[in-house]
């Protein structure tokens, strides 16, 4: 069995998740996976667990809130997924 990095559990089924970096990180779930690694929109604090917006090397969760953010490319932002600033 393995313990989980973030909650302490130890579990037969937890997993493991290689990073680009070479980091090998263990979990027992998706959620505490997500708390460990996923990136926090610069505007609202939330995880960003799906697609979320980058503009200008700054993450966001949403189009909403990459507009809301001080920048000049975030209000060129559309709600669509994969969308890019002009």
Not at 35 to 42: D, N, S, V
Request: hydrophobic share 40%.
């Amino acid at each position: 069995m393995a313990t989980c990095e973030v909650c302490g559990n130890d579990y037969w089924m937890a997993f493991e998740v290689h990073t680009v970096g070479g980091q090998t990180h263990v979990f027992d779930s998706f959620e505490c996976a997500i708390h460990k690694l996923a990136p926090i929109c610069e505007h609202c604090q939330c995880r960003i667990v799906g697609h979320g917006v980058e503009v200008s090397g700054r993450f966001f969760c949403c189009a909403h809130c990459a507009r809301s953010a001080d920048s000049e490319q975030g209000a060129a932002v559309r709600d669509a997924v994969g969308a890019r600033p002009a």
